[in-house]
């Protein structure tokens, strides 16, 4: 979620870093559960639609505790519409990267949003980009594809879960990119709480019509699992807006990087998988073009003072 942080927020850095923390840290125990739940036979479009209706309940407390109900009043439901179909594309996609790959890998693909993020801002907002941004995005690209394995899945034709699971994987991290987009617009007349309930809110609706075609009656310990990730997603939302009213994106981005750490622990500790070689080749490539983009952006913000850091 990167929309500004608010103006009349009192910015507090410490505490903006460690609520970044503590999103990525929750982000990585949320996809331990939408492995679990895939393992019990639960459909992925079931487990949006649970993901996203228990978010709003939690949601509504915390927006009538801090900027009330009615801010969540909008006059661009198309903006949001949109909004909502690219984050339920990216979604599921993010999603099925972590049922098909181990966790460490899907999540260094993931980690690419920045690198996208700079693409399409110069080719749709048409920011300007010097050499040195382009410069990160290529090193970027080169981690990708030492992740990837591009001519090993090639030449096994990218079939089976892992080729497939790579392809959703970079799907997902592109339509992130393209999201931040949609949510950069969004915010120049919408504050966070108002883009995350509306697209809570709105994809209720496709989610709710494909429902009935694919839910199955539950146990306590699979609703347990479904209700821990509305929770979750829940503290994920929230912690990822409150960072952003605490602190500039320049400053709480770079936790991100910390999703990867926690992805290690928790793929080795739940399921007993390691990052396989060229994860680990390509991640410090990643990594380091993606500090290298935020590191720029906040040194663009320093020399315009007199803008408002975004």
């Not at 929309?3 to 125990?29: D, E, F, H, T, V």
């Not at 519409?81 to 999603?95: Q, V």
Request: proline share 5%; aromatic share 10%; with cysteine.
């Amino acid at each position: 979620m990167n929309a500004a942080p608010s103006s009349a927020a009192p910015q507090n850095y410490l505490g903006g870093i460690g609520l970044r923390l503590l999103a990525m840290a929750s982000l990585s125990l949320m996809f331990v559960l939408v492995k679990y739940i895939d393992a019990a036979g639960i459909h992925i479009v079931e487990s949006l639609f649970w993901r996203q209706a228990l978010v709003l309940p939690f949601l509504l407390v915390w927006v009538m505790a801090t900027s009330g109900l009615p801010s969540l009043k909008t006059q661009r439901i198309g903006a949001h519409g949109r909004r909502m179909m690219m984050g339920l594309t990216g979604m599921a996609c993010n999603f099925g990267a972590m049922i098909l790959l181990p966790m460490a890998e899907a999540t260094t693909i993931s980690l690419s949003v920045p690198i996208f993020a700079v693409i399409f801002a110069a080719l749709l907002l048409g920011e300007a980009t010097g050499w040195q941004r382009w410069s990160a995005v290529i090193v970027g690209f080169i981690g990708v594809l030492v992740v990837l394995d591009p001519i090993s899945s090639f030449a096994g034709g990218f079939g089976g879960t892992h080729g497939l699971g790579t392809v959703v994987a970079l799907t997902g991290a592109i339509m992130t990119a393209l999201i931040t987009i949609a949510v950069r617009d969004l915010g120049r007349t919408e504050n966070a709480g108002t883009i995350v309930f509306w697209f809570s809110l709105l994809s209720m609706i496709p989610l709710g019509i494909a429902l009935p075609f694919v839910i199955t009656p539950h146990d306590g310990h699979e609703w347990l699992l479904l209700i821990g990730l509305g929770f979750l997603g829940a503290v994920v939302q929230m912690s990822l807006t409150g960072a952003l009213r605490l602190a500039p994106v320049s400053v709480v981005i770079p936790m991100d990087y910390s999703s990867l750490l926690w992805a290690i622990a928790a793929g080795w500790w739940f399921f007993g998988t390691l990052p396989a070689d060229t994860t680990w080749v390509g991640a410090p490539l990643i990594i380091a073009s993606g500090l290298f983009i935020a590191w720029r952006e906040h040194r663009r913000h320093i020399d315009r003072p007199k803008e408002v850091a975004a």
